[in-house]
């Protein structure tokens, strides 16, 4: 079976001025559909820079990047915008949700914004059962615990049933006993659901509760633990 991702020999360097500073230092890394891939690494190891180049938010410097069977450098910026509205679902730290609107209405934009017009109802029920948001759709954020509009970030990022769900730091900003709960539900959503899931973070123990494999890395490269 074909990897759903493959990146290989990814350098990124960023330009300040006349310095260069290398992010990606020939990263090489495949994951398999329904795996779900934990990247362990401190602040600067380069694990952000490597989940912006996958989600084709960023263009590597050289090297390859393939998602679902498609090189993201051949891409134009139309087409990696297309590739993630119907591949790939976000969750990043911050819950980016709009305060204004229902938890309800920020899962819908997301189906808007893709022009999702084959919503899978059912599918959708049973990611909603699996979060435990169901009887919270109708409440604004403040009125949601940190946990809660965490789970609503991850419906929203599922809403249109990307193939791959890519999570950076989807704990970062909860206290203990919600972190458990949103890595346990991720858990549940790979388990169940066969969901593909790359997730980046800093706390190895994340890792080893909830992926089928963690890979670390340090100084840009994927290293031994």
Not at 38 to 66: D, E, H, N, Q
Not at 133 to 153: M, N, Y
């Amino acid at each position: 079976m074909p990897h759903i991702i493959e990146v290989a020999d990814l350098t990124k360097v960023y330009r300040m001025g006349r310095v260069s500073v290398p992010a990606l230092r020939g990263i090489n890394l495949a994951v398999e559909p329904g795996e779900f891939l934990a990247v362990v690494g401190p602040s600067g190891s380069g694990k952000s820079t490597l989940f912006y180049v996958i989600g084709g938010l960023t263009s590597p410097t050289s090297g390859r990047a393939c998602i679902d069977g498609q090189d993201l450098s051949q891409m134009s910026d139309a087409e990696r915008t297309r590739l993630r509205k119907r591949t790939i679902g976000f969750v990043f730290q911050k819950f980016n949700l709009l305060p204004t609107l229902t938890a309800a209405e920020n899962i819908g934009i997301a189906r808007d914004i893709a022009g999702n017009r084959n919503f899978d109802r059912v599918h959708f029920d049973e990611i909603l059962r699996l979060l435990g948001i169901g009887d919270r759709l109708s409440h604004k954020p403040f009125a949601l615990s940190g946990g809660e509009q965490q789970r609503v970030a991850i419906a929203r990022a599922l809403a249109n049933s990307p193939k791959i769900l890519l999570a950076d730091e989807p704990t970062g900003n909860l206290d203990t006993q919600n972190s458990q709960t949103v890595l346990q539900m991720l858990k549940d959503l790979n388990r169940r659901l066969g969901q593909t899931i790359l997730m980046i973070t800093h706390n190895p123990g994340a890792g080893t509760f909830c992926a089928h494999r963690t890979v670390h890395m340090r100084d840009g490269r994927i290293v031994e633990p």
